[in-house]
């Protein structure tokens, strides 16, 4: 008798997980991302979220939790309830890179629930105007000829615009000090007042300080020359063989999101990111949209680049 009664409690409750599931969402819900705002991710977070919003009727807010290479924002989104009121938006850095820089980052893809790609887009190699190069090539003249004397910006550790930096002083070959700051937009205004010299920016964070003649753009960090930057070389282009490096966001929740909710971001996601208003939105900032094939088909991409981002950083001697 007993053990039937706990069989039936276990029914229940199973029963009233997928109801409730299936009638969400009943109230807003919280975006969470790990950068500051007026940067990169939020040329990306905020349209989408306004568009969501109306597609789910109930509000998709931004919460921005910058900090320690978006562990502060990981670890919230990772121990909350899965029930699709807290989402984060952010690349694959918690499956790779940010296990071997951050040692009491505990958490790791079996913590979150891959929902869909969002964006996909090239970063932009951006330097002083007082360093006196143009393209890449001199970049890395210069940079053999004063090994460890040049430094680039990042938005932090094992963020999405250190990786590309690692990545070219290793294909490269060349000696350049890593300078994190909180966030993209702080980094590239480091090289505007001087404290560096070089950054792998975000599109949306640098596009402006470039119009407006406070820095230069050399490159893109794609493999071959951007469709939305066809002026731009690719790094390739000016001599660092193999260099390729494209910087996505993602939708994520906490693990054991129920399967109804992640389908309903799912579709929800691609209908929003077909939107033309949308799209003309997001390509404006540098970004194209990417939607996933399938949750099953995100999962998998995130669990392969986070593997190859964890690859690059051990190989820096980060975190060792």
């Not at 819900?29 to 991710?41: E, K, M, T």
């Not at 290479?69 to 029930?83: E, K, L, S």
């Not at 939305?228 to 790094?235: A, G, K, R």
């Not at 494209?246 to 996601?269: D, T, W």
Request: net charge positive; charged share 20%; no cysteine.
């Amino acid at each position: 008798m007993k053990k039937t009664k706990i069989a039936l409690g276990l029914a229940l409750a199973v029963q009233a997980a997928i109801a409730g599931a299936q009638a969400w969402p009943e109230k807003p819900i919280r975006l969470v991302i790990g950068f500051p705002p007026g940067g990169g991710a939020d040329a990306v977070a905020r349209p989408v979220a306004e568009a969501l919003s109306r597609e789910l009727g109930q509000p998709v807010i931004v919460e921005n939790k910058p900090g320690a290479g978006t562990t502060i924002a990981a670890g919230m989104v990772a121990g909350a309830a899965p029930d699709g009121y807290t989402l984060f938006m952010n690349n694959s850095s918690a499956y790779g890179s940010l296990q071997v820089i951050y040692k009491d980052f505990k958490y790791g893809g079996k913590d979150f629930t891959p929902i869909t790609r969002w964006t996909t887009a090239p970063l932009l190699v951006a330097v002083s105007n007082e360093l006196g190069v143009d393209n890449v090539a001199q970049l890395v003249a210069k940079a053999k000829a004063e090994p460890g004397k040049l430094n680039y910006a990042s938005s932090g550790m094992g963020g999405g615009t250190h990786l590309p930096g690692l990545l070219f002083t290793k294909r490269a070959g060349v000696d350049i000090v890593h300078i994190p700051y909180k966030g993209g937009a702080a980094a590239l205004q480091g090289i505007v007042a001087g404290e560096t010299q070089i950054s792998f920016a975000t599109p949306p964070s640098v596009l402006p300080l470039a119009k407006a003649g406070r820095l230069k753009v050399i490159a893109v960090t794609t493999a071959e020359r951007s469709p939305m930057f066809p002026e731009l070389p690719s790094v390739a282009e000016g001599g660092v063989k193999d260099y390729e490096y494209s910087f996505s966001f993602g939708l994520f929740g906490p693990a054991g999101l129920p399967e109804p909710i992640v389908n309903r971001l799912f579709e929800a996601s691609r209908k929003v990111l077909a939107d033309p208003a949308l799209r003309a939105k997001l390509e404006g900032s540098g970004n194209g949209p990417a939607p996933s094939e399938s949750p099953a088909e995100f999962k998998r991409w995130v669990e392969a680049d986070g593997a190859a981002q964890r690859e690059l950083t051990l190989a820096s001697g980060v975190g060792n």
